[in-house]
């Protein structure tokens, strides 16, 4: 394959984010990118200095921001760094090798992080050691997560006792109150 046209960090390509519904029906702000750092040029800005990466942007809106490479279509050891500021005077925010694995694949990355509003962020692909490949790069804008102040994953306005966990959302005596 030819070199990637994102190879270098002045050349990042800009996230297109897209609504999508999660399996609980919340609406979030998500892209997902399919990719190949086998022509890529090693990074040394990355968790891996001579790792073949590739480098994606976009402006942060002051959410919570995930990204991983936890999905099919990762065929090798991936690592993921984050930055903020203009290449070449770019400053860590977060990396990561090895958060998450799935059947038959190990070593896949995730980073979370505060997208704070106006901040350019550069996310960088790249792999652990010198490992290169095919990788499904998923980032996701959570959003402010709503109020739940008994932990058991209902939000409080959807919550039929909001001061004990109550996640099957029970109701045994049919008064709308868990």
């Known amino acids: 394959p030819g070199v990637p046209e994102n190879d270098f960090c002045f050349d990042a390509i800009e ?3 897209e609504k999508r519904l999660d399996d609980n029906g919340a609406v979030s702000l998500g892209a997902t990118v399919l990719g190949s750092t ?10 891996f200095p001579n790792a073949p990466g ?11 921001v995930t990204a991983n490479t936890c999905g099919a279509g990762n ?10 500021g203009g290449c070449g ?6 990396q990561n090798d090895d958060a998450c694995t799935r059947p038959g ?5 995730v980073v979370e992080w505060n997208a704070e509003e ?19 790069l998923l980032v996701r804008n959570q959003g402010a997560l709503p ?27 049919g008064d709308d109150v868990g």
């Open 15 to 17: 996230l297109d984010f």
């Open 38 to 47: 086998a022509a890529a040029t090693p990074d040394a800005e990355g968790l």
């Open 105 to 109: 694949q190990c070593c896949l990355s």
């Open 147 to 173: 109020e739940d102040d008994d932990g058991d994953g209902v939000p409080n306005e959807a919550d039929n006792c909001v001061d004990r966990a109550n996640p099957n959302q029970a109701d045994i005596d």
């Open 89 to 94: 005077a770019i400053e860590m925010v977060v």
């Open 75 to 84: 065929d090798y050891d991936t690592a993921l760094s984050v930055f903020s």
């Open 118 to 136: 106006g901040v350019t962020y550069l996310v960088l692909v790249h792999g652990w050691n010198t490992s290169f490949g095919d990788y499904t």
């Open 54 to 64: 590739v480098w994606y942007s976009f402006v942060g809106n002051g959410d919570l």
